[in-house]
């Protein structure tokens, strides 16, 4: 960890079930990222599993798109399909 700051663009598209997300409460939920050290992978799958279990969707993506770090961009997606 180098301790530079990542940016990325996040993705969501979801299929609700009974619930949805509320816009501001999920811009203060990713601003919460904003100081925290984490692998662009782990940052990606944690945003999923809270939202699944805040929302209980019937079907959710999360597409993070990081910018260059070392020369290599990165793309990292996590689905959630309900049984």
């Known amino acids: 960890m180098t301790g530079q700051p990542d940016y990325a663009t996040v993705i969501i598209t979801y299929v609700p079930g009974k619930s949805i ?4 409460s999920l811009k203060l939920y990713l601003w919460s990222y904003r100081e925290e050290g984490a692998f662009h992978e782990d940052v990606t799958n944690r945003i999923l599993d809270d939202l ?11 597409t993070t798109d990081w910018l260059v770090r070392g020369g290599i961009h990165t793309t990292v997606e996590a689905s959630y399909q309900a049984s």
């Open 21 to 24: 997300v509320e816009l501001k």
């Open 52 to 62: 699944v279990k805040a929302i209980e969707p019937r079907k959710l993506t999360v």
